[in-house]
T-cell receptor
Framework: SAVISQKPSRDICQRGTSLTIQCQVD?????MFWYRQQPGQSLTLIAT?????????ESGFVIDKFPISRPNLTFSTLTVSNMSPEDSSIYLC????????????FGQGTRLTVV | LAKTTQPISMDSYEGQEVNITCSHN???????ITWYQQFPSQGPRFIIQ???TKVTNEVASLFIPADRKSSTLSLPRVSLSDTAVYYC???????????FGTGTRLKVLA
């Protein structure tokens, strides 16, 4: 299995500012994913972040708003830029850890409130 | 990635067996069915995964009929601590990328 640590666990931010969320994994993983979960809703995939290549964004999400870095096989960051109250959500990091595991593992999430 | 459909919510009583059915009519040949559990303020936690027939582990069983267009998660003798949202996901093993549906909000009553 893979143990994922996200920082910060929660934050309250002013609109118009940016927040960078960190995702640290205790082992090298090829695939990392970022999800958003709005209050009371299901998870929505934002992007796939594979090391050595640019992140691939899902429909409705763009790099200017959610820039992602993946500098190595154990770490990634997601930045939420120029925040508005609509960005208030939980942001989750997920990883795949082949070959021993066929399921994805999720971090505890970062609860972001924009005021 | 196949879209999945589940009941929005279910209630059960402690000690009962709970069966949550998921529909995935457009499942692809190489898609696996994976179930996750999510408690408030936590990330989803893996429960069980299968491709066909029946899979059982220490916490649940997963039943998948031959046509694979649906699956049923079975939780034996639930307790209050099983109150959570349960997500059924269909995706290729090894992709680790999921499209989440609505999930089923299970409430276990005393």
């Amino acid at each position: 299995s893979a143990v994922i640590s996200q920082k910060p666990s929660r934050d309250i931010c002013q609109r118009g500012t940016s927040l960078t969320i960190q995702c640290q994994v205790d082992s090298q993983v090829t695939m990392m994913f970022w999800y958003r979960q709005q209050p009371g809703q299901s998870l929505t995939l934002i992007a796939t972040a594979n090391q050595g290549s640019e992140a691939t964004y899902e429909s409705g999400f763009v790099i200017d708003k959610f820039p992602i870095s993946r500098p190595n096989l154990t770490f990634s960051t997601l930045t939420v830029s120029n925040m508005s109250p609509e960005d208030s959500s939980i942001y989750l990091c997920s990883v795949g850890a082949p070959p021993m595991n066929t399921e994805a593992f999720f971090g505890q999430g970062t609860r972001l409130t924009v005021v | 990635l196949a879209k999945t459909t589940q009941p929005i919510s279910m209630d059960s009583y402690e000690g009962q067996e709970v069966n949550i059915t998921c529909s995935h009519n457009n499942i692809a040949t190489n898609d696996y069915i994976t179930w996750y559990q999510q408690f408030p303020s936590q990330g989803p936690r893996f429960i069980i995964q299968g491709y066909k027939t029946k899979v059982t582990n220490e916490v649940a069983s997963l039943f998948i009929p031959a046509d694979r267009k649906s699956s049923t998660l079975s939780l034996p003798r639930v307790s209050l601590s099983d109150t959570a949202v349960y997500y059924c996901l269909a995706g290729g093993s090894g992709t680790y990328k999921y499209i989440f549906g609505t999930g089923t909000r299970l409430k276990v009553l005393a």
